[in-house]
């Protein structure tokens, strides 16, 4: 409530998902440089799950290979939970057919690992500009 | 008709013809003999019948006439007699009933023969009965007128016949004809008989020597003719025998030679065929003199595998052509070796005419033949074998290189992706001048690299997978060349493109193709740091029965060594400064190349260095077929882990204008 009165539209939430904390760190400064969007992290699909029941987040970049809810069953699961909720599949150079699996399922695309800022920021203002036309 | 039966017909005829003559001549002689006897005969009788019949006239006491003719009746062989007289009037007959008629008067005497139905042949003697004239006497044959005349002149006062039977004489004489006509036909069957039988005594031989020629003239050479006489036929025998004898031994008849000729055509055929396949054997086979390792005989895979003509190796010993027994001491230990075991399998080099050396496994077999001895060498040419062994073993690293790189790069990939995420971020925020710029656009740089080296290796653990496509390689060529134009450009590098209009679609993954000729370019263009010029040409080749798009690339470049060449292709070998390469760019391009059941070959020099690829051909209908089936296989799979990473770009861009593409 104290929220909404400070900020006229509620911020959105991306949530990232990944075992590898300096991965994940990473990600965060990039999409917390972006602004107007809030950024959650969790370090594996279930961690992941606790925070989607919350609501609010509206992209969740998963990394393929957790412990614990990997992240194809973590898409099935958001997707089951909140269809709108778009997901983007991080994944190493080589196993390019798991993500293309992935966005089959429902994924709304995939980003390469090692790192491409330029691919990465495409991909993110992509999928901003889309939730706000909706 | 043989020889018996002519002479015995013709010896037959002959005596049967002299002996009938013979006889003829005998029985006419005797028969005119007897009737000579029978005319004196008769006429004896004729004439004292006429004398007494004349005295008879002279006295008329006519019994004397009859008394003449009754003695006369009571002779042999006599049928009649008569007296008429001059008018022809009979006036006496042995028949009285033939008294007073008349007959043709004759004054001559006259001998004839006639015939009787009854009484057969006769001999008719007719005499005339004669008288004197007495002028003055009156009982004178008044009637006669020339006795008027001629008075004092002999008359005719009648005739005087007797008829005397011939019919003994004809049955002596027919008798005698029938005598002798059965004693020539006696003689002239006794004669066949004796003819017949010295015919055979002497034919036979002589029948014996003709089956002898015959048999002979049929090629039966060992017939021999057995005559037990002692005569020259025994002879002749003898001597034909030792001719049948002297001919098995000098002469052969044209059958048993055609035999003999066909034969050793036959063998002759044989001997060419077998020798053609020696000739034609995989493996090169040498026949050596132990003792001088002197080459006796070599087959034609020996001549092409060595370089020499058969002439040029009958001339050479192995020590010339062998590195590893180059002098004679050598080979006497090598051939006490191969004596010893019986056979050697070794391994060793051979030496071309053109001082090339090649490898060879050489199987030496000891060998006694005819009381000679020889080593019989076959040896196999290596060098395919060592290459598909290098091959095989380029192979085994590359897949081990494969796994290992995918294990790696995975986990290289997430403190990598920091390095490079946090770099980035801060080149994107750094100020100009700012003292921090060169270090962390050197982390970016270098963390990049290592990206391109993850991704090479990731690349290169996953050849094998994709879809292949019947692709245009001009299009692919022309695309990769616009890749690579910017940096050829930089490195003043002139791109020249020969690309031939006539290249049919080739089966491939178009992605893959480009990769390895922007691998190829990119080496050529490390090749020649100070400019150069790079040539692409592709063309369709036939080699039959297959036919192969060509490409090459070659480079102005300083050339690869020869101790680099045969590595070249092998992971993690490069020949560039240290962090230059990561040297899977060719590696990766054989790989590629290989999973496309391509060829892709080297050659290089200074100056030139060309990488000739081979990629078949694919007819329309194959690619047909090959777009039928990859089109049924994705109906019935909705998903498969072997797609092309394009084909899904592809997807994605469709459902998402702005779908990331990959790699």
Same mark, same amino acid.
């Given at each position: 409530?104290?929220?909404?009165?400070?900020?006229?539209?509620?911020?959105?939430?991306?949530?990232?998902? /990944?075992?590898?904390?300096?991965?994940? /760190?990473?990600?965060?400064?990039?999409?917390?440089?972006?602004?107007?969007? /809030?950024?959650?992290?969790?370090?594996?699909?279930?961690?992941?799950?606790?925070?989607?029941?919350?609501?609010?987040?509206?992209?969740?970049?998963?990394?393929?290979?957790?412990?614990?809810?990997?992240?194809?069953?973590?898409?099935?699961?958001?997707?089951?939970?909140?269809?709108?909720?778009?997901?983007?599949?991080?994944?190493?150079?080589?196993?390019?057919?798991?993500?293309?699996?992935?966005?089959?399922?429902?994924?709304?695309?995939?980003?390469?690992?090692?790192?491409?800022?330029?691919?990465?920021?495409?991909?993110?203002?992509?999928?901003?500009?889309?939730?706000?036309?909706? | 008709?043989?020889?018996? $039966?002519?002479?015995?017909?013709?010896?037959?005829?002959?005596?049967?013809?002299?002996? @009938?003559?013979?006889?003829?001549?005998? $029985?006419?002689?005797?028969?005119?003999?007897?009737?000579?006897?029978?005319?004196?005969?008769?006429?004896?009788?004729?004439?004292?019948?006429?004398?007494?019949?004349?005295?008879?006239?002279?006295?008329?006491?006519?019994?004397?006439?009859?008394?003449?003719?009754?003695?006369?009746?009571?002779?042999?062989?006599?049928?009649?007699?008569?007296?008429?007289?001059?008018?022809?009037?009979?006036?006496?007959?042995?028949?009285?009933?033939?008294?007073?008629?008349?007959?043709?008067?004759?004054?001559?005497?006259?001998?004839?023969?006639?015939?009787?139905?009854?009484?057969?042949?006769?001999?008719?003697?007719?005499?005339?009965?004669?008288?004197?004239?007495?002028?003055?006497?009156? @009982?004178?044959?008044?009637?006669?007128?020339?006795?008027?005349?001629?008075?004092?002149?002999?008359?005719?006062?009648?005739?005087?016949?007797?008829?005397?039977?011939?019919?003994?004489?004809?049955?002596?004489?027919?008798?005698?004809?029938?005598?002798?006509?059965?004693?020539?036909?006696?003689?002239?069957?006794?004669?066949?008989?004796?003819?017949?039988? $010295?015919?055979?005594?002497?034919?036979?031989?002589?029948?014996?020597?003709?089956?002898?020629?015959?048999?002979?003239?049929?090629?039966?050479?060992?017939?021999?003719?057995?005559?037990?006489?002692?005569?020259?036929?025994?002879?002749?025998?003898?001597?034909? &025998?030792?001719?049948?004898?002297?001919?098995?031994?000098?002469?052969?008849?044209?059958?048993?030679?055609?035999?003999?000729?066909? *034969?050793?055509?036959?063998?002759?055929?044989? *001997?060419?065929? @077998?020798?053609?396949?020696?000739?034609?054997?995989?493996?090169?086979?040498?026949?050596?003199?132990?003792?001088?390792?002197?080459?006796?005989?070599?087959?034609?895979?020996?001549?092409?595998?060595?370089?020499?003509?058969?002439?040029?190796?009958?001339?050479?010993?192995?020590?010339?052509?062998?590195?590893?027994?180059?002098?004679?001491?050598?080979?006497?230990?090598?051939?006490?070796?191969?004596?010893?075991?019986?056979?050697?399998?070794?391994?060793?080099?051979?030496?071309?005419?053109?001082?090339?050396?090649?490898?060879?496994?050489?199987?030496?077999?000891?060998?006694?033949?005819?009381?000679?001895?020889?080593? *019989?060498?076959?040896?196999?040419?290596?060098?395919?074998?060592?290459?598909? %062994?290098?091959?095989?073993?380029?192979?085994?690293?590359?897949?081990?290189?494969?796994?290992?790189?995918?294990?790696?790069?995975?986990?290289?990939?997430?403190?990598?992706?920091?390095?490079?995420?946090?770099? %980035?971020?801060?080149?994107?925020?750094?100020?100009?001048?700012?003292?921090?710029?060169?270090?962390?656009?050197? $982390?970016?740089?270098?963390?990049?690299?290592?990206?391109?080296?993850?991704?090479?290796?990731?690349?290169?653990?996953?050849?094998?997978?994709?879809?292949?496509?019947?692709?245009?390689?001009?299009?692919?060529?022309?695309?990769?060349?616009?890749?690579?134009?910017?940096?050829?450009?930089?490195?003043?590098?002139?791109?020249?493109?020969?690309?031939?209009?006539?290249?049919?679609?080739?089966?491939?993954? %178009?992605?893959?193709?480009?990769?390895?000729?922007? &691998?190829?370019? &990119? &080496?050529? @263009?490390?090749?020649?740091?100070?400019?150069?010029?790079?040539?692409?040409?592709?063309?369709?080749?036939?080699?039959?029965?297959?036919?192969?798009?060509?490409?090459?690339?070659?480079?102005?470049?300083?050339?690869?060594?020869?101790?680099?060449?045969?590595?070249?292709?092998?992971?993690?070998?490069?020949?560039?400064?240290?962090?230059?390469?990561?040297?899977?760019?060719?590696?990766?391009?054989?790989?590629?190349?290989?999973?496309?059941?391509?060829?892709?070959?080297?050659?290089?020099?200074?100056?030139?260095?060309?990488?000739?690829?081979?990629?078949?051909?694919?007819?329309?209908?194959?690619?047909?077929?090959?777009?039928?089936?990859?089109?049924?296989?994705?109906?019935?799979?909705?998903?498969?882990?072997?797609?092309?990473?394009?084909?899904?770009?592809?997807?994605?861009?469709?459902?998402?204008?702005?779908?990331?593409?990959?790699?």
């Amino acid at each position: 409530m104290e929220r909404r009165k400070n900020d006229s539209v509620p911020k959105r939430t991306i949530l990232v998902v /990944d075992d590898e904390p300096g991965f994940r /760190d990473m990600l965060k400064w990039h999409l917390d440089g972006i602004g107007g969007v /809030d950024v959650a992290t969790a370090r594996d699909g279930e961690e992941a799950m606790k925070h989607a029941v919350k609501g609010n987040i509206f992209l969740v970049i998963t990394d393929l290979t957790m412990p614990r809810l990997n992240g194809l069953e973590l898409l099935e699961k958001i997707k089951e939970k909140n269809p709108q909720t778009e997901v983007v599949i991080l994944t190493g150079f080589g196993s390019v057919e798991t993500a293309v699996h992935a966005m089959k399922k429902g994924a709304a695309d995939f980003i390469l690992k090692p790192f491409d800022l330029k691919a990465f920021t495409k991909m993110v203002g992509k999928i901003l500009g889309k939730v706000q036309e909706k | 008709m043989n020889i018996k $039966i002519k002479f015995i017909i013709f010896n037959t005829a002959l005596i049967v013809l002299i002996t @009938f003559g013979l006889g003829a001549l005998f $029985i006419v002689t005797v028969k005119g003999m007897l009737n000579k006897e029978m005319e004196k005969r008769g006429l004896d009788l004729g004439r004292a019948l006429a004398e007494k019949s004349g005295f008879g006239f002279a006295l008329r006491p006519e019994s004397e006439i009859l008394e003449a003719i009754q003695e006369i009746m009571q002779r042999d062989q006599i049928l009649s007699a008569r007296v008429s007289d001059a008018r022809g009037k009979i006036i006496a007959h042995s028949d009285i009933r033939e008294v007073g008629k008349m007959v043709p008067p004759q004054s001559a005497s006259q001998l004839s023969y006639g015939k009787n139905k009854g009484s057969g042949s006769y001999i008719d003697v007719n005499l005339p009965i004669e008288g004197v004239e007495i002028r003055d006497d009156d @009982f004178l044959i008044p009637d006669d007128p020339a006795g008027k005349k001629d008075q004092d002149e002999t008359i005719v006062l009648g005739n005087a016949q007797v008829l005397m039977s011939l019919e003994r004489v004809e049955t002596f004489i027919r008798s005698l004809t029938a005598t002798l006509a059965a004693i020539i036909l006696g003689a002239a069957l006794l004669v066949m008989a004796f003819v017949f039988h $010295i015919l055979k005594v002497f034919l036979s031989p002589l029948q014996a020597l003709k089956k002898g020629v015959d048999m002979l003239g049929a090629g039966n050479l060992d017939h021999r003719v057995q005559i037990s006489t002692k005569d020259e036929i025994a002879d002749l025998a003898r001597s034909f &025998n030792q001719m049948a004898e002297n001919l098995i031994h000098t002469t052969v008849s044209k059958g048993e030679l055609q035999k003999s000729l066909d *034969l050793l055509k036959r063998k002759e055929q044989d *001997l060419r065929l @077998f020798r053609g396949l020696i000739d034609r054997s995989n493996d090169g086979i040498f026949v050596v003199d132990p003792e001088t390792s002197r080459m006796i005989d070599v087959n034609e895979k020996a001549c092409a595998n060595l370089g020499y003509t058969r002439e040029e190796l009958c001339r050479m010993k192995v020590t010339d052509i062998s590195p590893n027994v180059s002098d004679e001491l050598a080979w006497k230990a090598h051939a006490q070796e191969v004596k010893r075991k019986d056979y050697v399998v070794l391994e060793i080099i051979h030496k071309r005419k053109d001082g090339s050396t090649y490898p060879v496994e050489i199987n030496v077999k000891f060998i006694r033949l005819e009381d000679k001895e020889f080593f *019989l060498a076959v040896g196999r040419d290596l060098t395919d074998r060592r290459k598909m %062994q290098a091959q095989v073993m380029q192979s085994e690293k590359m897949s081990a290189v494969g796994q290992l790189a995918a294990g790696v790069a995975h986990e290289i990939n997430n403190p990598l992706g920091v390095i490079i995420g946090f770099a %980035q971020g801060l080149v994107n925020r750094l100020k100009p001048g700012d003292s921090y710029e060169m270090p962390v656009k050197s $982390i970016e740089r270098e963390a990049l690299r290592c990206k391109n080296l993850v991704q090479d290796l990731l690349t290169f653990s996953r050849t094998s997978v994709g879809d292949r496509e019947p692709q245009d390689l001009t299009h692919i060529l022309e695309s990769a060349v616009t890749l690579v134009e910017t940096r050829a450009k930089m490195g003043k590098v002139t791109i020249e493109k020969v690309l031939s209009k006539d290249i049919p679609k080739v089966l491939c993954n %178009q992605n893959q193709i480009q990769q390895v000729i922007i &691998n190829l370019a &990119n &080496n050529a @263009f490390d090749a020649m740091p100070d400019g150069g010029k790079l040539k692409i040409s592709a063309h369709l080749i036939e080699e039959n029965p297959l036919s192969w798009v060509s490409l090459k690339i070659t480079d102005s470049g300083a050339g690869i060594s020869s101790e680099a060449l045969p590595k070249i292709f092998e992971p993690f070998f490069t020949t560039k400064e240290v962090g230059k390469g990561t040297g899977l760019g060719l590696s990766l391009v054989y790989e590629i190349i290989k999973k496309h059941s391509g060829t892709v070959e080297v050659t290089s020099r200074p100056g030139e260095t060309e990488f000739h690829i081979k990629l078949p051909a694919r007819t329309g209908r194959e690619l047909e077929e090959h777009v039928i089936q990859v089109r049924e296989r994705r109906e019935t799979s909705g998903w498969s882990p072997d797609r092309d990473l394009t084909k899904y770009g592809k997807g994605s861009l469709e459902r998402k204008p702005e779908g990331h593409k990959g790699v």
